[in-house]
């Protein structure tokens, strides 16, 4: 198995991730095709890339020409069957329910070509799961991509126990490719990333809900004395409460730890919708 292969590859969920993920493929020199249910959703996803690539472009970091030359190998649609069924890659970027990624994969699976590599941007949970019943278990593979996705280096490459030693390298090449650095793990909860980053952000809120310091302090906390890149509190507004209580609640379960425990009060800001940047109020005002 060789990655030329992924030169087709179609992207499944053109949420924050699929659309950064589609990016950086199609940067690569791949054609995607990204897929979501709604047209609407997968225009407002080629809309994330057109923005950020002009950005770029603004900031003296990408050409115009190679601004559209990316936008240009991107082609949408909302037929998950019909965006598979040429891919030598499928990377499925769809909302974190096991249910709906096992059902997803075991349609696809039956359909496209018995080479092409299957890969979940899961951040959590059990690949082995999301993976049970697909055909061809050997080409299925982890891959986390980490937003924004165009700009963070890491690529967290997950082997089940049923992972070819073939997929592993085809995906390290691929993620080189992409000018990642891949690093490869266990099929384990929350796997090396989410597991260490989802506690530190949990602590970070409880010690916000009692009152240690504010939230501009703790994160300072971690910006200045450990040299984070974004404190834990805005890292949780930029990537979702009620996608961060998801895991951890998954993860509370699955680790049986009680350092994944969710605050009472990142329910209560779930609950009123305050979901950090995407809903223009988290811990801070976006
Ligand atoms: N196009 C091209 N380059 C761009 C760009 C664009 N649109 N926007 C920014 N850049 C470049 C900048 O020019 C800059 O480049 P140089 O270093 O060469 O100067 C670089 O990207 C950084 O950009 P900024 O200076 O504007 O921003 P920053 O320094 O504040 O960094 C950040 C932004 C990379 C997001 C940084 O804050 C960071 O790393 N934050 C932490 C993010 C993180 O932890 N993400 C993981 C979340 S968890 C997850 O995703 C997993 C999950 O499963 C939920």
Known sequence: MTETRFQTIAVLGAGTMGAGIAHVCAQAGSSVMLQDVADEFVQKGLGRVRDFLQKGVEKGKVTAQQRDEVLARIKTTTDRIGACRTAGLVIEAVPEKLELKNDLFREIGAVVAPTCVLASNTSSLSLGKVFAGVAGPERCIGMHFFNPVPLMALLELVRTAATSQATIDAAIAFGKRLGKEPIVVKDSPGFASSRLGVCLGLEAIRMFESGV???????????????????????????GLDVRLAIADYLAVELDHPGFKAPVLMRKMVAEGKLGKKTGQGFYRW
Do not use: N, R
């Open 213 to 239: 310091a504010s939230a501009e302090d703790i994160d300072k906390a971690m910006v200045l004395g450990y040299g984070h890149p974004m404190g834990p509190l805005k890292l949780t507004d930029l990537v």
